[in-house]
């Protein structure tokens, strides 16, 4: 719960999130077992997705700069779908935010599954910077390829360079 107050204190901030890109070696084996439950309580784990190329997205319906990143994210799910990508979207809204999010959906026309994340995997992934939206690209080995904590004019471009790049590699 804690983490979650701090995420939504970052996407309210009157300062602009800086920027991380933060590509690295493969996340210790706990990131397996952690997950999001989607539509109908069915859960899911990274481990589910391995040869797919990953892109989890934190966000909130109310979030500005969460609103201007999906329709990118619609377009690259759509986009490279047929070639193994799959974005989730993860809300970090609260429990006031999730009656909002199939509106939100419609609105945006999302393709692409929306869910809530463990708090575990919240932790795990948003400990160290609490401001939405974060974006986390992980290749078909499972590896972080890019992350990026809020969304501006250049972000759409290294998302594109990662995911672009992710989907070249060979799954193992």
Not at 146 to 165: C, M, N, Q, Y
Request: one cysteine or more; glycine letters at 10%; hydrophobic letters at 40%.
């Amino acid at each position: 719960m804690i983490a979650l107050i701090c995420v939504l204190a970052g996407c309210n901030s009157n300062d602009p999130p800086p920027k991380i890109v933060v590509p690295g070696p493969p996340l210790s084996g706990s990131i397996n077992t952690l997950g999001w439950t989607g539509d109908g309580g069915k859960r899911n784990v990274f481990s589910d997705y391995r040869g797919k190329v990953l892109v989890l997205d934190f966000y909130a319906t109310w979030c500005v700069p969460c609103r201007v990143s999906i329709p990118h994210l619609v377009g690259l799910q759509k986009k490279y779908e047929s070639q193994g990508l799959q974005v989730i979207g993860l809300n970090v809204g609260g429990p006031e935010d999730l009656p909002k999010v199939p509106a939100f959906a419609a609105e945006f026309g999302i393709p692409y599954p929306l869910a809530l994340p463990d708090d575990d995997l919240v932790m795990f992934l948003m400990a160290d910077h609490d401001a939405i939206p974060q974006t986390f690209v992980f290749d078909r080995q499972g590896k972080l390829a890019e992350r990026l904590v809020g969304f501006g004019p250049s972000d759409a471009e290294t998302i594109d360079k990662a995911v672009e790049a992710a989907l070249q590699a060979p799954a193992q």
